[in-house]
């Protein structure tokens, strides 16, 4: 397990600036909370995996809203 640190917290902008950074401080267990409109949305943190995950293919077409604005089944 790795040591958990929480840094200040970046707007989105900021993360796009300083993205090769924030990822560095992942690697070293810190975690980067994400703001946007100076609410909290998200974080960077270490994935628990070593080893990269792959998304399975899928064999599905884009899904579309329809003209309702609910998403088909």
């Known amino acids: 397990m ?3 640190r929480t840094t200040d917290a ?3 902008r900021e993360l796009r600036a ?6 560095n401080q992942a690697e070293a267990g810190e975690i ?3 703001t946007r409109k100076g609410e909290r949305v998200g ?4 994935s628990r995996s070593s080893t990269p995950s792959r998304m399975p293919p899928t064999n599905c077409s884009p899904v579309r809203p329809s003209s309702t604005g609910t998403i088909p089944p």
């Open 2 to 4: 790795y040591a958990r």
């Open 43 to 46: 974080a960077v943190v270490r």
């Open 18 to 23: 300083n993205i090769a950074q924030v990822v």
């Open 10 to 12: 970046l707007s989105i």
């Open 32 to 34: 980067t909370v994400i």
